[in-house]
């Protein structure tokens, strides 16, 4: 079965810090990859999504992430965090053509001002 | 664009009382899944449809759980009798299609059961 794990459950920063939050999944074949974040009593809105092509897909608010095939890893990056980037961050994988959607337990970023 | 519609925000009801949260999917997306977050289990799938057929109930936790989906457009699902342990957040989401999509998720049902 597939699973998705995030090592790091709480990350706290000074604004400015560069972050970096670790996603990996488990799955052989093709995935879809997605970074959700969600607000402090908002829903899950989508950050960035990776289909295929350049393992590099930039996303909105200044996120990044990067697919790495060999390691099963998506991790999800910004250089420079601002305070209103607290939030809980998760990660999750499809097959495609299916609708299984496995989440992993989420980071929650909190960024000191 | 309105987005996934769910309702209400907040329940709070009585250990026993019968719930029911509602749903509007985005207009085209014929893909819908509830999914309840809870702090010790994260997010998971209670049921999925397609094309208003339940294709995937096995995330149901049990028989006191029901979801029905009478039209492309609308979307229960039911808790009865209620139990302090059924306090979650109860998100619906939609896709166009079958999978593969990103989820597009409603702002989410907070239920508290006392």
């Known amino acids: 079965a597939q699973s998705v794990s995030q090592h790091n459950h709480h990350v706290i920063l000074s604004e400015a810090a560069s972050l970096e939050l670790g996603c990996n999944y488990s799955?052989?074949?093709?995935?879809?990859l997605f970074w959700y974040v969600q607000y402090p009593g908002q829903h899950l809105q989508l950050l960035l999504k990776?289909?295929?092509?350049?393992?590099l897909v930039k996303g909105i608010k200044g996120f990044e992430a990067e697919f790495i095939k060999s390691k099963f890893s998506f991790n999800l990056r910004k250089p420079s965090v601002q305070w209103s980037d607290t939030a809980e961050y998760f990660c999750?994988?499809?097959?495609?053509?299916?609708?299984?959607?496995?989440f992993g337990t989420g980071t929650r970023l909190k960024v000191l001002a | 664009d309105a987005g996934v519609i769910q309702s209400p925000r907040h329940e709070v009801t009585e250990m026993g009382q019968e719930v029911t949260l509602r749903c509007k999917p985005i207009?085209?997306?014929?893909?819908l899944f509830w999914y309840r977050q809870t702090m010790m289990r994260g997010l998971e799938l209670l049921i999925y449809?397609?094309?208003?057929?339940?294709?995937?109930d096995s995330g149901m936790p049990e028989d006191r759980f029901s979801a029905k989906m009478p039209n492309a457009s609308f979307s229960t699902l039911k808790i009865q009798p209620s139990e302090p342990r059924d306090s979650a957040v109860y998100f619906c989401?939609?896709?166009?299609?079958?999978?593969?999509?990103?989820?597009?998720f409603g702002n989410g049902t907070r239920l508290t059961v006392t």
């Open positions: 799955y052989g074949g093709t995935v879809n």
């Open positions: 999750a994988v499809n097959v495609p053509g299916t609708y299984k959607y496995i």
């Open positions: 990776y289909f295929s092509g350049d393992p």
């Open positions: 989401a939609s896709i166009p299609g079958g999978g593969g999509s990103p989820l597009h």
């Open positions: 449809f397609n094309n208003n057929v339940p294709i995937d």
């Open positions: 207009s085209g997306h014929n893909s």
